[in-house]
């Protein structure tokens, strides 16, 4: 293993770490954070949440540190609410991404919800390579196309 590829392990196994110990103590800093948070500020674990409430939809996204089983890599809890909307047909493997801030596009491996109606919750994966490398200043969840809203982007800082 090459060092930038190491260092890349190694930086995503520090943020998964760390998002297991914000969960357990919430006064812990992660190194996702929030865009309006200070450096060095304590963070709760509902500051890595994120919300985005458009198109009659309201999406509720959360890093989860454990993967989803047989995944690897960063896991999202998911949770999609509406009360005008069918949401069993969207197939967020098909119309979800993640992002960094270097231009670097990665494909899901994993969309784990089952059939819910207008309350759908499940686990959305991302593995198989470094996800976040030494380069990487933020992560960006991005879903396209749900009821009518062409793109809603979901953020996270990556701590240097």
Not at 56 to 76: H, N
Not at 114 to 131: D, I
Request: aromatic share 6%; hydrophobic share 40%; proline share 9%.
């Amino acid at each position: 293993m090459n060092g930038r590829a190491f260092l890349a392990m190694a930086m995503l196994v520090s943020i998964l770490a760390a998002l297991l110990s914000a969960c357990s103590k919430p006064a812990q800093s992660s190194p996702l954070t929030s865009p309006v948070t200070s450096p060095g500020q304590p963070q709760a674990v509902s500051d890595l949440k994120r919300t985005e409430s458009s198109g009659s939809v309201t999406f509720v996204v959360t890093p989860d540190p454990a993967p989803a089983p047989g995944a690897q890599g960063i896991t999202f809890d998911v949770v999609m609410d509406t009360h005008s909307v069918g949401l069993d047909g969207y197939d967020l493997k098909l119309l979800a991404t993640l992002r960094d801030g270097q231009g670097r596009v990665f494909q899901p491996t994993l969309w784990d919800a089952p059939p819910g109606g207008h309350h759908r919750e499940g686990k959305l994966a991302f593995s198989g390579q470094p996800l976040v490398q030494a380069d990487s200043r933020y992560v960006e969840l991005v879903v396209r196309d749900v009821a009518g809203t062409k793109e809603r982007v979901f953020r996270w800082d990556v701590k240097p």
